[in-house]
């Protein structure tokens, strides 16, 4: 019988499918969802609302330790991992406004702070630690549960990782182009891939899933496969 206390990790770049897979694979063993992205997602929306507040405007760079420190003490943030994702900002429901590719390439730069990746995976951990969690990012096997029992690695051809994440934009009402995506997707496969700190790799242990010609069901089909085996 499978253990209801797995922590079980996908890790990939993004339009690999992480989301999508992570979501039905967490309904299907009835574990909890936690999706790592959406918390730096809104590190990144907090921070840009921030320096605008303080007349930065957009540029996304990285101030002083100090900064960094202030600025996390002030944060209120609060996330409810379910099947959907939910994550309030001092209160507002911020969840659908995180998901654009602004705020994406934000997070990514922040992402190579030492004091916010400490502050985000010590949440992770916590949030985790129990078991019966289906987590989902670029360093949860890697870094935050390194001994997890489940690892996976979900991966695909740059141009139907591109044509994915446009489709997904298109139906969210956003109109940039299937080129300008790729380009920014190609970026931040580079900014994450080669970053000092928790660089995107493949976790050791891990199973690697090209899901480029595959459906959603088959690539769950295939980590249950596995999940299946090692009860």
Do not use: W
Request: proline share 3%.
């Amino acid at each position: 019988m499978l253990k209801k206390d797995l922590i079980i990790t996908i890790d990939g770049p993004s339009g690999a499918g992480k989301s999508t897979i992570a979501k039905l694979l967490a309904r299907a063993l009835n574990y909890r969802y936690i999706d790592t992205g959406a918390m730096y997602r809104a590190i990144a929306y907090a921070y840009m609302k921030d320096q605008r507040a303080r007349g930065k405007g957009q540029t996304p760079y990285i101030e002083g330790e100090q900064y960094i420190k202030g600025f996390l003490k002030r944060l209120c943030l609060k996330f409810e991992f379910e099947e959907e994702t939910k994550v309030y900002l001092d209160g507002e429901d911020i969840s659908q406004k995180i998901r654009n590719q602004k705020v994406s390439m934000v997070a990514s730069h922040l992402s190579k702070n030492r004091k916010i990746r400490e502050y985000l995976i010590a949440m992770q951990r916590q949030s985790g630690k129990d078991g019966g969690v289906v987590l989902e990012g670029r360093d949860t096997g890697s870094v935050v549960f390194p001994d997890a029992p489940m690892k996976f690695y979900l991966d695909a051809d740059v141009d139907e990782r591109a044509h994915r994440r446009y489709r997904e934009l298109s139906l969210q009402g956003t109109k940039d182009s299937l080129t300008k995506i790729k380009v920014e997707m190609v970026t931040r496969d580079t900014q994450d891939s080669t970053r000092a700190l928790s660089p995107l790799v493949i976790p050791a242990g891990a199973r690697y899933i090209d899901t480029t010609n595959m459906d959603i069901e088959e690539v769950l089909n295939t980590l249950l496969s596995f999940i299946i085996k090692r009860k």
